[in-house]
């Protein structure tokens, strides 16, 4: 009898286990590990349908836009949840790199924070500080909304931990003059190139085939490379992801929804000859 049960309860542990699912992990991280380039459609316009639409397209990620748009806490929490059911994560570019700003991006869901004009090894660890619990971080608890988006069998906490995404935004003279001490910093995820910025930062007023443009971006890449952290800038085009995944770019921003509608509707457009009733010149006011 005694072993009778020894046997079933072997066999029950062993279907148990077979069953157990895989522990989980960000696709974005896996892919970035595994060396493979992944790209994110930069959403603008305050809408869940646009978040819904692009995790059904195969975007690896969305980049919800809190710095250059008007998309508030409120939206963007729904555009979290549109992504569910969909491979597509959430990532949010905060305004601001500050403790706050993360940790409420972070409790509505993302799983992803981009912290813009990360000038110094002291920022670039308060972003990764911002996104982790104590005592590897600063982040405070109280995660209720991103449990219901993320119910992980183990705990959201340990979760958040392993799975949320630290990425820094280089795009100052200075952080290019600092970017050794920055990507030395343990925990972040991705290093990413605000390219307008940068030029804007260098005198250059936006122009990117500038000499010291390219040098600063060279200096950038080193860096990543010695620190082995995943690069990411925009791409605008295949052409440039083609380019930009031979430099060793993985981590991509493609242009935003309101970009890709303007490109989709030209071929129609062009097609019965009809232009912009916008375009020559018009006044300010």
Sequence with gaps: MRGQKTWLWTMTAAVLTAQAPEAWENPVRRQLREGRPVLGL?????????????????????????????????????????TRG????????????????????????ALGVIFPFTSTPELARRAVEACKYPPLGKRGFGP???????????????????????????????????????????????????TSDLSFSLGLRGR??????????ARVVAAARKHKIPLGRPAGNPAQLKEFIEQGFQFFQAPSELSLVAAGARPLLDALGKSSPLKGPRPLY
């Design 86 to 109: 969909t491979p597509t994560v959430p990532f949010i570019r905060v305004p601001v790199n500050e403790l706050w700003t993360a940790k409420r991006a972070l409790d509505i869901g």
């Design 208 to 217: 990117q085939d500038d000499p010291r443009h390219r040098e600063a971006v």
């Design 144 to 194: 209720g909304l991103a449990g219901l988006r993320w119910p992980a069998p183990g705990g959201y906490q340990d979760f958040a931990d392993q799975n949320a995404m630290v990425v820094v935004i280089i795009e100052q003279k200075e952080a290019v003059e600092r970017i050794e001490e920055i990507a030395a910093v343990p925990g972040i995820d991705v290093i990413f190139i605000g």
């Design 42 to 82: 930069t959403i603008t316009t305050p809408s869940p349908d646009v978040a819904a639409q692009a995790g059904n397209l195969g975007f690896d990620f969305i980049w919800i836009e809190m710095e250059h748009s008007a998309v508030t806490l409120e939206t963007a929490r729904a555009m979290i949840l549109a």
